[in-house]
């Protein structure tokens, strides 16, 4: 199975700070990589797939890069409603894996 | 709206059995592959089973091979996921999950709400 390893666990930011959070895959993934945002009791929601490509209303300052092995997810300027856990997903190999996610917490 | 809503949810002993069902609606049900992604309490998310548009294709986690059965009822727009020989392991949030893309390599774009399974005795 294919690990998929994030970092941090967890970030402490403020308001209007940039975030980048890390995930790396144990094998090449391609560029078959998905990011998650999840709050609370909530379902998770797709802000990008493909690595890089950015799902329909999801707001521009978030953005996905990387191929291969090591990705990244950033947020350019936190917004209050950014604050929750972010989950990596890869889906070139079965069985689909996610990473462990990261809290953007309050600082 | 497009919408997945699950049900079937409940407390269940140890080697018990439950079925799960999610109802699809807003969208051709029968054009996608649909998946079963779970979340034990406090943990994180964990891919269970996929199921192809004609129901030809499926796959499973290695932890759930032979216990689980994912299916679906395009007529219905519904799918299903027969849980047998349940484990305290297996106690967690169950959604079910729609592909973004027809194919079967793609991401989730629209989720259940999710339904919680408790195995306890």
């Known amino acids: 199975d294919i690990q998929m390893t994030q970092s941090p666990s967890t970030l402490s930011a403020s308001v209007g700070d940039r975030v980048t959070i890390t995930c790396r895959a144990s094998?090449?993934?391609?560029?078959?990589l998905a990011w998650y945002q999840q709050k609370p009791g909530k379902a998770p929601k797709l802000l990008i797939y493909?690595?890089?490509s950015l799902e329909s209303g999801v707001p521009s300052r978030v953005s996905g890069s990387g191929s291969g092995t090591e990705f990244t997810l950033t947020i350019s300027s936190l917004q209050p409603d950014d604050f929750a856990t972010y989950y990596c997903?890869?889906?070139?190999?079965?069985?689909?894996?996610f990473g462990q996610g990261t809290k953007v917490e309050i600082k | 709206e497009v919408q997945l809503v699950e049900s079937g949810g409940g407390l269940v002993q140890p080697g018990g059995s439950l079925r799960l069902s999610c109802a699809a609606s807003g969208f051709t049900f029968r054009s996608y592959w649909m998946s079963w992604v779970r979340q034990a309490p406090g943990k994180g998310l964990e891919w269970v089973a996929n199921?192809?548009?004609?129901?030809?294709?499926?796959y499973y986690v290695d932890s759930v091979k032979g216990r689980f059965t994912i299916s679906r009822d395009n007529a219905k727009n519904s799918l299903y996921l027969q849980m047998n020989s349940l484990r305290a392991e297996d106690t967690a949030v169950y959604f079910c999950a729609r592909n973004r893309e027809i194919t079967y390599q793609s991401a989730f774009d629209i989720w259940g709400q999710g339904t919680m399974v408790t195995v306890s005795s």
């Open positions: 997903q890869q889906y070139d190999s079965y069985p689909w894996t």
């Open positions: 094998q090449s993934i391609s560029s078959w």
């Open positions: 199921i192809k548009q004609d129901g030809s294709d499926k």
């Open positions: 493909k690595a890089s």
